[in-house]
Nanobody
Framework: EVQLVESGGGLVQPGGSLRLACAAS????????MGWIRQAPGKGLEWVSS???????YYGDSVKGRFTVSRDDAKNTMYLQMNSLKPDDTGVYFC????????????????RGQGTQVTVSS
């Protein structure tokens, strides 16, 4: 059974940083592309970032230059380092398993975790 468990969310002031983690189990992590999807209050799902098995990374325009996705295959864990956070980054962040590549829309993922709340506010 695929399990994805996010952690690291919280309340941060604008301009601050957070690091999210996603612990994966139930599948061969190193052979699968992964990504992050978020949902702002009252809005639909938005693709944030993806990381390929070889480490290649992709980012949505709204986070490019501020967020960094990475993976540690030895620990079956993916990370999202978020810097220069803005109020518009507020939302629930989901770790997701890609079902095809490139994975640049929410529909390109077939599993996601329960999510972790990120709130950017002064």
């Amino acid at each position: 059974e695929v399990q994805l468990v996010e952690s690291g969310g919280g309340l941060v002031q604008p301009g601050g940083s957070l690091r999210l983690a996603c612990a994966a189990s139930g599948f061969t992590f190193s052979l699968n592309a992964m990504g992050w999807i978020r949902q702002a209050p009252g809005k639909g799902l938005e693709w944030v970032s993806s990381v390929w098995t070889g480490g290649s990374t992709y980012y949505g325009d709204s986070v490019k230059g501020r967020f960094t996705v990475s993976r540690d295959d030895a620990k079956n864990t993916m990370y999202l380092q978020m810097n220069s956070l803005k109020p518009d980054d507020t939302g629930v962040y989901f770790c997701a398993l890609a079902r095809r590549w490139p994975a640049t829309t929410p529909e390109d993922f077939n599993y996601r975790g329960q999510g972790t709340q990120v709130t950017v506010s002064s």
